[in-house]
């Protein structure tokens, strides 16, 4: 099973804005160096949204090839289009990628029955373990507990789930419903700080943003947590508290992060897909605040 702290990957592009493989090697470097459990390929924080089919399996193919079995790799296979959900996640699954991680469809609001529908007739054509990914803010659906309930009985490689959910009583009644039931199913939270309400609740650890930049810290405290360090944990949750500022310096937050790993030394282009663009000077020094209190 699944846990700990698993990075949902930036994706670094060069100057034209195309996958940046050199880049994208280091930053793969410095994340297994940093103790993280896992990484996750073309979330949201990836840019999948913004990549064509044939970028995304170049991608994939490169992601798994470069890890090479050091820490699982989950894919971001999530979209609108159903056949193409189930060509990338079949694809991943050819790669021999460990997971796909699959939002629900966005622009339309989503019942219950259309979620259980789209994730079934997933789940059907691929062997390939599932963690679906609960992201309201995105998706306008905060996916019932009960329904995940039912897929995860139904389809034995639906394995988890990744709630980023702003607030932590959604994921503690993922947590009672469906891993009260399926006590291998897992729950990971998607905000930064939620990390140890998660872990305290009974869930499986975090998938977020942050660990993209202080990969050492949040694989530092949950190894913290494992053995009961509850000082080194309160020490954490108050760092975490002034970071999340970081989310807020501008609108589009991946550019945030990019712009972080560049004035960490790692040699890479901050650069976002289009239509986003760099950083302003402003925010650059406001980031530089943060990071030094």
Do not use: C, W
């Not at 894919?75 to 159903?82: A, D, R």
């Not at 469906?178 to 291998?184: A, L, S, T």
């Amino acid at each position: 099973m699944l846990k700990g702290i698993i990075t949902p990957m930036i994706t670094i592009l060069d100057k034209e804005r195309r996958i940046d493989f050199e880049g994208n090697k280091k930053m793969i470097e410095t994340l297994i160096k940093g103790g993280v459990n896992g990484i996750l390929f073309m979330g949201s924080i990836g840019e999948f949204f913004a990549m064509r089919m044939e970028e995304k399996k170049e991608f994939i193919s490169f992601a798994v090839k470069t890890v090479n079995k050091r820490v699982p790799v989950l894919i971001g296979t999530g979209g609108t289009s159903v056949d193409e959900v189930i060509e990338l996640t079949k694809f991943a699954e050819t790669e021999k990628a460990d997971a796909a991680v699959i939002i629900s469809p966005y622009y339309f609001k989503l019942d219950d029955e259309t979620i259980y529908n789209y994730y079934s007739d997933i789940a059907k054509n691929t062997k390939l373990p599932i963690f679906i990914y609960n992201f309201p803010d995105r998706t306008a659906v905060n996916i019932n507990p009960k329904v995940v309930l039912k897929l995860a009985g139904e389809f034995p490689n639906i394995v988890g789930i990744k709630d980023t959910v702003d607030g932590m009583s959604h994921t503690r009644e993922l947590i009672g419903v469906v891993k009260g039931e399926i006590p291998d199913f897992a729950v990971f939270s998607g905000f930064d700080e939620y990390l140890i309400p998660n872990l305290l609740s009974g869930g499986n650890g975090l998938i977020a943003g942050l660990t993209n930049v202080f990969p050492k810290l949040f694989t530092d405290v949950y190894k913290a947590f494992t053995r009961g360090d509850f000082q080194e944990i309160n020490k954490f949750q108050k760092k975490v508290n002034r970071l999340m500022s970081i989310y807020s310096v501008a609108p589009y937050f991946i550019t945030t992060i990019k712009t972080i790993k560049a004035l960490q030394g790692l040699d890479i282009v901050p650069i976002p897909k289009k239509p986003y663009g760099l950083l302003d000077n402003d925010s650059i020094e406001k980031l530089k605040k943060i990071i030094k209190n």
